[in-house]
C-alpha cells in the first residue's frame, strides 16, 4: 500500500500561484501513477492532471492546460502541482491519487487517496 498526504492549499486572489504537494510513504512511489483530482461540493469529482511512474509523459484536463504543470521527485516521494493564473473556478479539495496504471481520468479507478487540501480563489 501507499499513504498519501496532500499540503499546500490556501486562500489566493485570482492570477496567483500555488503549489501543492503529495507526499507518499509505504511502497515506493516510483511504482504509481500519480492523478490530481479536484471536488467541488455538489459536484462530480473531476479529473486535473497525471504523470506516469517515470515522471516523462503527463495529461491534463483541458481548463488547466497551460496554467497548470505536474511534477515529480521519486527520490523524495512526492508528486507536485504548480498552478499559475488561478481562476475563481479553480476553487475546490485537491486530492492526489494513485494507481499501479497509467492512466485513467476516471476517479473510480484509482486504489489510494489522499485526504485532500482546501484551493480558495477569490476574484
Known amino acids: 500500500q501507499v499513504q498519501l498526504v496532500e499540503s499546500g492549499g490556501a486562500s489566493v486572489q485570482a492570477g496567483d500561484s500555488l503549489r501543492l504537494s503529495c507526499a507518499a510513504s509505504?511502497?515506493?512511489?516510483?511504482?504509481?501513477?500519480i492523478a490530481w483530482f479536484r471536488r467541488v461540493p455538489g459536484k462530480e469529482r473531476e479529473f486535473v492532471a497525471v504523470?506516469?511512474?517515470?515522471?516523462?509523459?503527463?495529461a491534463y484536463e483541458d481548463s488547466v492546460k497551460g496554467r497548470f504543470t505536474i511534477s515529480r521527485d521519486n527520490a523524495k516521494n512526492t508528486v507536485y502541482l504548480q498552478m499559475n493564473s488561478l481562476k475563481p473556478e479553480d476553487t475546490a479539495i485537491y486530492s492526489c491519487?494513485?494507481?499501479?496504471?497509467?492512466?485513467?481520468?476516471?476517479?473510480?479507478?484509482?486504489?489510494?487517496w489522499g485526504q485532500g487540501t482546501q484551493v480558495t480563489v477569490s476574484s
Open positions: 491519487a494513485a494507481d499501479a496504471v497509467y492512466y485513467y481520468r476516471d476517479y473510480d479507478h484509482y486504489a489510494y
Open positions: 509505504g511502497r515506493t512511489v516510483s511504482r504509481y501513477a
Open positions: 504523470i506516469n511512474m517515470s515522471g516523462d509523459s503527463t
